[in-house]
């Protein structure tokens, strides 16, 4: 009897510090998941979450990438086989746009060379034009000082033969 009032009361202790462990450890969880709720707040927590995130995909990615490189037949080695033939095609259609723009250039060289030495020559032309009138104003300059200087010798002889006429009718009239 002793006994199993002895065990009746271990039990009910048992039963009540089970209870308030069971209390303490609801506390316990509900604290944990506030904090947790709190700290996954926090930018340093959601940086590092992305990051693990990133890191998971890349290391998803490496494997994918691991395997294409052990099979011949792998999706990665077509894509790159597809990029370096469009890359080529690209470097061709440049090289020709290229060449394409020298030939051109090369043509406009050759305009503008053609078009110096028609100035050259027009230039040339109209100093040689230049030159003829500074001779024909020179000329004509030299022949109305001639003309001028004529004028005024045939001015002098006028006044003379005045002079002359004046004496004559002078001693004619007297």
Not at 1 to 17: A, G, H, N, P, S
Not at 94 to 102: G, L, P, Q, S, Y
Not at 133 to 159: G, P
């Amino acid at each position: 009897m002793k006994l199993r009032f002895d065990t009746e009361t271990i039990q009910e202790e048992y039963e009540m510090t089970s209870a308030r462990n069971s209390k303490y450890r609801e506390k316990i969880k509900a604290h944990k998941s506030l904090f947790w709720e709190m700290e996954s707040k926090m930018p340093i927590v959601i940086e590092l979450a992305k990051k693990k995130a990133i890191v998971t995909e890349l290391r998803a990615k490496k494997e994918e990438l691991m395997s294409d490189l052990q099979n011949p037949e792998g999706s990665a080695i077509k894509q790159v086989q597809e990029e370096i033939a469009l890359i080529k095609q690209e470097i061709t259609s440049v090289k020709d746009f290229i060449n394409k723009r020298t030939d051109l250039l090369e043509e406009i060289k050759k305009a503008h060379a053609k078009l110096r030495k028609e100035i050259e020559v027009q230039n040339k032309r109209y100093d040689a034009i230049l030159k003829c009138l500074h001779c024909q104003l020179n000329k004509l300059h030299s022949n109305k000082k001639q003309w001028h200087w004529n004028i005024q010798q045939m001015e002098k002889k006028a006044e003379e033969l005045r002079k002359c006429l004046g004496e004559v009718e002078l001693q004619i009239n007297i």
